[in-house]
């Protein structure tokens, strides 16, 4: 193309040399700065078809830089979510370690407000039964009716929970903390509100073998209902806490036995003076039993109690015995066990303080005869827990006992004991995450004496709980 391009050049300037020979030569240098620019034009034209074949060649590699950048990441995400969520499903580690033991913290804060309205009377302030429902202190007879208002933060209650492998051995031990337990007053609530620390459980665990202080082994803790309330439908319950030594046996992969030798002590009255009285003077421990059985859609538990009731004044000693049964379990509504009906029922001679925290005596003793006259209780208590949805259920409740006298004992001998008490509850749990829980609870409770006096109470409870 350049030769063609000369060739072109040479005729035109050899015609205008025909036509005007004087101009030849200033042609000829013109030619020459013509073929010059020519060419640099040319050489820039190149140069700019190469830069421009460059850069895209730039932009096709930075654009499959890019998609395989993208794609990398896109991968590595893909990863990470897949590594994450396989450790979400993996156990994580629970508890911290100290030396070869493994140490667990947990609990729960808890505010409690409650209105309570009284119908034959009024509870003292700073006691246990303006603290939660406690048949025993519904006021009774023809006082003015009374309506109170409480906040207490008392409930709060802290654990701690060890274990550790020896030589193995299975060893473990647990310790159960709260404010409400301690007795007395330890705060004022014009002020401080400070209340003491009170000891509730503490046990080890040596294999089969437990040492310390439990619930009784005669009560089945699975039938107290969620309530509000610190115990829940207290005059149809066993509910003890005391020191025992326990022996737990798995009779198959459902069941098991538990055996337990527990601490003796009793709550007795007088003739005349239904007060309790805690003697000191027992001498045989009280022997307990449980029979508990566990399945995918239920459980339940048989209990039994053989003890001895025993009192002294000035050296003179009176003893008798005592024997209880009680029948516990658990139904479940549905598979994810969020819904249950649980109930207990329990009968016994002289085992007051087993029941209701003893809402009747284990005995009366009659400083005529210097003997002790039986008390026989029954009482009963049942739940329903519905889930309305995963956040939200519903516990409705309902609880009685009844007491009955020696026939040697005259009505005017116990006139103003306790003869029976019932309540009935209904409540709504809300929980916006896993570890908060917001109550509000109803509660009906009457309470009758033998002579017939009698009282009732109506109270709303509301309450806030966070569990770690």
């Given at each position: 193309?350049?030769?063609?391009?000369?060739?072109?050049?040479?005729?035109?300037?050899?015609?205008?040399?025909?036509?005007?020979p004087?101009?030849?030569?200033?042609?000829?240098?013109?030619e020459?700065?013509?073929?010059?620019?020519?060419l640099?034009?040319?050489?820039?034209?190149?140069?700019?078809?190469?830069?421009?074949?460059?850069?895209?060649?730039?932009?096709a590699?930075?654009?499959a830089?890019?998609q395989?950048?993208?794609?990398?990441?896109?991968?590595?995400?893909e990863?990470?979510?897949?590594?994450l969520?396989?450790?979400?499903?993996?156990?994580?580690?629970d508890g911290?370690?100290s030396?070869?033991s493994?140490?667990?913290?947990?609990?729960?804060?808890?505010?409690?407000?409650s209105?309570?309205?009284?119908?034959?009377?009024e509870?003292?302030?700073?006691s246990?039964?303006?603290?939660f429902?406690?048949p025993q202190?519904?006021?009774?007879?023809?006082?003015?009716?009374?309506?109170?208002t409480?906040?207490?933060?008392k409930?709060?209650?802290?654990?701690?929970?060890?274990?550790?492998?020896?030589a193995?051995?299975?060893v473990?031990?647990?310790?159960?903390?709260?404010f409400?337990?301690?007795?007395?007053?330890q705060?004022?609530?014009?002020?401080?509100?400070?209340?003491?620390?009170?000891?509730?459980?503490?046990?080890?665990?040596?294999?089969?073998?437990?040492?310390?202080?439990?619930w009784t082994?005669?009560?089945?803790?699975?039938?107290?209902?969620e309530?509000?309330?610190?115990?829940?439908?207290?005059?149809?319950?066993?509910?003890?806490?005391q020191?025992l030594v326990?022996?737990?046996?798995?009779?198959?992969?459902?069941?098991?036995?538990?055996?337990?030798v527990?601490?003796?002590?009793?709550?007795?009255?007088?003739v005349?003076?239904?007060?309790?009285v805690?003697?000191?003077?027992?001498?045989?421990?009280?022997?307990?039993?449980?029979?508990?059985?566990?399945g995918?859609r239920?459980?339940?538990?048989?209990?039994?109690?053989?003890?001895q009731?025993?009192?002294?004044?000035?050296?003179?000693?009176?003893?008798?015995?005592?024997?209880?049964v009680?029948?516990?379990?658990?139904?479940?509504?549905?598979?994810?066990?969020?819904?249950?009906?649980?109930?207990?029922a329990?009968y016994?001679k002289?085992?007051?303080?087993?029941v209701?925290?003893?809402?009747?005596?284990?005995?009366v003793?009659?400083?005529?005869?210097?003997?002790?006259?039986?008390?026989?209780?029954?009482a009963?208590?049942?739940?329903a827990?519905i889930?309305?949805?995963?956040?939200?259920?519903?516990?409705?409740?309902?609880?009685?006992?009844?007491?009955?006298?020696?026939?040697?004992?005259?009505?005017?001998?116990?006139?103003?004991?306790?003869k029976q008490?019932w309540?009935g509850?209904?409540?709504l749990?809300?929980?916006?995450?896993?570890?908060?829980?917001l109550?509000?609870e109803?509660r009906h409770?009457e309470?009758d004496?033998v002579?017939?006096?009698?009282?009732s109470?109506?109270?709303?409870d509301?309450?806030?709980?966070?569990?770690f």
């Open positions: 193309m350049r030769q063609s391009r000369k060739a072109w050049i040479g005729v035109l300037l050899g015609a205008s040399a025909l036509a005007m004087h101009l030849a030569s200033a042609q000829t240098a013109r020459s700065q013509l073929e010059a620019r020519l640099k034009l040319e050489a820039e034209m190149q140069q700019l078809r190469a830069d421009l074949a460059a850069a895209r060649d730039n932009q590699q930075t654009a830089n890019v395989a950048t993208a794609q990398a990441a896109q991968a590595k995400s990863e990470t979510a897949t590594k969520a396989a450790l979400e499903k993996k156990p994580q580690a911290m370690k030396g070869a493994t140490i667990k913290i947990g609990g729960y804060l808890k505010l409690l407000a209105s309570t309205h009284y119908d034959e009377g509870v003292a302030t700073n246990l039964g303006r603290d429902y406690l202190t519904i006021p009774t007879g023809t006082g003015p009716a009374s309506h109170v409480d906040f207490t933060a409930q709060s209650r802290f654990w701690l929970n060890f274990g550790t492998d020896v193995g051995h299975t473990k031990g647990y310790v159960e903390t709260d409400q337990t301690s007795p007395g007053t705060g004022s609530q014009r002020t401080t509100n400070g209340y003491n620390l009170a000891l509730r459980r503490a046990y080890l665990q040596f294999d089969k073998f437990t040492f310390g202080q439990d082994t005669f009560q089945y803790t699975g039938a107290l209902p309530s509000t309330d610190y115990v829940g439908g207290a005059e149809g319950t066993v509910f003890v806490r020191p326990r022996y737990s046996a798995a009779l198959s992969k459902e069941t098991t036995l538990h055996l337990g527990e601490n003796a002590e009793s709550g007795t009255a007088a005349g003076a239904p007060t309790l805690e003697n000191g003077d027992d001498r045989m421990p009280d022997f307990t039993a449980r029979l508990a059985h566990t995918k239920m459980e339940l538990s048989l209990g039994g109690l053989v003890r009731v025993r009192v002294e004044n000035a050296g003179v000693a009176a003893s008798t015995g005592g024997y209880g009680s029948l516990g379990g658990k139904l479940f509504l549905n598979e994810a066990k969020t819904g249950d009906v649980r109930f207990m329990t016994g002289n085992i007051g303080r087993y209701g925290l003893n809402f009747a005596p284990d005995a003793y009659d400083p005529v005869s210097g003997k002790l006259r039986d008390v026989s209780v029954f009963a208590i049942a739940a827990r889930p309305l949805s995963p956040q939200v259920r519903l516990n409705v409740m309902g609880s009685y006992q009844t007491v009955d006298y020696d026939s040697l004992l005259t009505s005017a001998n116990v006139a103003t004991f306790n008490a309540s509850a209904v409540n749990f809300y929980s916006p995450v896993k570890a908060i829980d109550g509000v109803y409770g309470r004496l002579n017939g006096a009698d009282g109470t109506d109270r709303i509301f309450a806030a709980k966070y569990s």
